[in-house]
């Protein structure tokens, strides 16, 4: 069955420091997704991106975030000078084909926990 | 602003039914989704409803009244795996998924 990996599944980094986490989403899906889960707290939505772009924000995600589709199956998000509370989990999920672009169910990475220190 | 609410908390016994509401307010409204999250790991599908009624999956049903802005999850016949956080999702007029916090439900023997 297709699934969304992720790699790493755990990231330990230094206060200011810049991070990637990476992404391979379903391969025929459409729209991609970071997700933020801090401990203990609601999911809470990133970016999602489309067509090579970025279609949707949240406030959470400013200057200090960026995504990139660098080749055809890999996604990323790239955290600058990361923060004490940047902490959390974060997940990539994917959605939708070519038959069935809306409303389809967003599949689950299994997430990489960011522990700044 | 936008807002789903479900209970923070619920416990059930091993064998009976439980009853999870969800209620939401939404600018627009494209669907709802019920997600189950063990902890630690990845949220997993679990249903999906955009007319009013009643769908049903094996152990699992889910209720939604657009009217009411209002959602269950009902599930029978429990069992231990099923402690976990059920998390009730909207998607509003731009596609994008707004997220509840979630309901942990513990299942005691």
């Known amino acids: 069955e297709p699934e969304v990996t992720q790699t790493p599944s755990h990231q330990v980094t230094q206060m200011g420091q810049e991070v990637i986490l990476r992404c391979v989403p379903i391969s025929n899906h459409l729209y991609f997704y970071w997700y933020r889960q801090i401990l203990g707290q609601k999911v809470e939505f990133l970016v999602s991106f489309y067509n090579n772009e970025i279609s949707e924000k949240s406030e959470i995600f400013d200057d200090q975030f960026s995504v990139e589709r660098p080749d055809g199956s890999n996604f990323t998000l790239k955290i600058r000078s990361t923060k004490l509370e940047d902490s959390a989990m974060y997940f990539c999920a994917s959605s939708g084909t070519l038959a069935k672009t809306m409303n389809t169910e967003a599949f689950f990475g299994q997430g990489t926990r960011l522990t700044v220190v | 602003g936008q807002n789903i609410d479900q209970p923070t908390e619920m416990t059930a016994t091993e064998g009976a039914i439980v009853q999870i509401n969800c209620t939401y307010q939404?600018?627009?409204?494209?669907?709802l989704f019920w997600y189950q999250q063990h902890a630690g790991e990845a949220p997993t599908f679990l249903s999906y409803?955009?007319l009013d009624g009643l769908e049903e999956k094996g152990r699992f049903s889910s209720f939604l009244s657009r009217s009411k802005g209002y959602s269950y999850l009902l599930l029978k016949e429990l069992q231990m795996k099923d402690s976990a956080s059920y998390l009730c999702?909207?998607?509003?007029?731009?596609?994008?998924?707004?997220w509840g916090a979630g309901t942990k439900l513990i299942i005691k023997p």
């Open positions: 999702a909207v998607t509003d007029s731009n596609y994008q998924l707004i």
């Open positions: 409803n955009v």
């Open positions: 939404t600018s627009g409204f494209n669907g």
